[in-house]
């Protein structure tokens, strides 16, 4: 299995509703990520996880609560969204460089992503 | 981070090579030159990376000016399937905890004619 793949494709919800996305790899990769893509704008890094912890968070809303549960899966839950936050949102995932500091990364693989939409 | 510089738009036609530049001008010793792309309505797909030689890859070349404040992402003989828009990033190496993040830039929108 050599990609990631996220759940759900497109989802639209409500300003009160709690969702939450999923993404998964079965590549032994230990870095898993989590951007957002306003349309037409690159995209933006909004957390890092290395070997199952948080290490990276760009100051992201705590709307937003990214939980990694395993080394293979990745979940950002959702609460309380605003309609500003409509935007794809991609997954990606690393591996380690090999025989160095477990914080060194190589290319990322990313996801097709979710397309999330708030009413 | 140190930022890069790549023009807005590019186009070219099917079979012909494709140079694509970017320009580094702040980059550092330990900085990787990482190139992605994304195709309309899909995930970002790493390219290639270099830190001071020129590289090839089954995709693509990357020429590494010698002071690498510049790069070149050349692309043999664009494809129709080769449509998208252009990442250049600079990615911190050692010294650093930073996770591989990659800090992405406006990038190049490449248009490929028939």
């Known amino acids: 299995d050599t990609e990631v793949t996220q759940t759900p494709k497109h989802l639209v919800m409500g300003m009160t509703n709690k969702k939450s996305l999923k993404c998964e790899q079965h590549m032994g990769h230990r870095a898993m990520y989590w951007y957002k893509q306003k349309a037409k704008k690159p995209p933006e890094l909004m957390f890092v996880y290395s070997y199952e912890k948080l290490s990276i968070n760009e100051s992201v809303p705590s709307r937003f609560s990214p939980e990694c549960p395993n080394s293979s899966l990745l979940n950002l839950h959702l609460h309380a969204l605003q309609p500003e936050d409509s935007a794809l949102y991609l997954c990606a995932s690393s591996p380690p460089v090999a025989g160095v500091a477990r914080y060194r990364y190589n290319e990322q693989f990313f996801g097709p992503g979710t397309r999330l939409t708030v009413l | 981070d140190a930022k890069t510089t790549q023009p807005n738009s590019m186009e070219s036609n099917e079979e012909e090579p494709v140079h694509l530049p970017c320009n580094h001008s702040t980059i550092s010793g330990t900085d990787y030159i990482h190139w992605y792309r994304q195709l309309p309505s899909q995930g970002p797909e790493y390219v290639i990376h270099?830190?001071?030689s020129n590289v090839n890859n089954r995709m693509a070349s990357l020429a590494i000016a010698e002071d690498r404040k510049s790069s070149t992402l050349i692309l043999h003989r664009a494809t129709l399937r080769d449509a998208a828009v252009y990442y250049c990033i600079l990615r911190r190496g050692a010294g650093g905890t930073s996770y591989g993040k990659l800090t992405f830039g406006q990038g190049t929108i490449l248009t490929v004619h028939p």
């Open positions: 270099g830190l001071t």
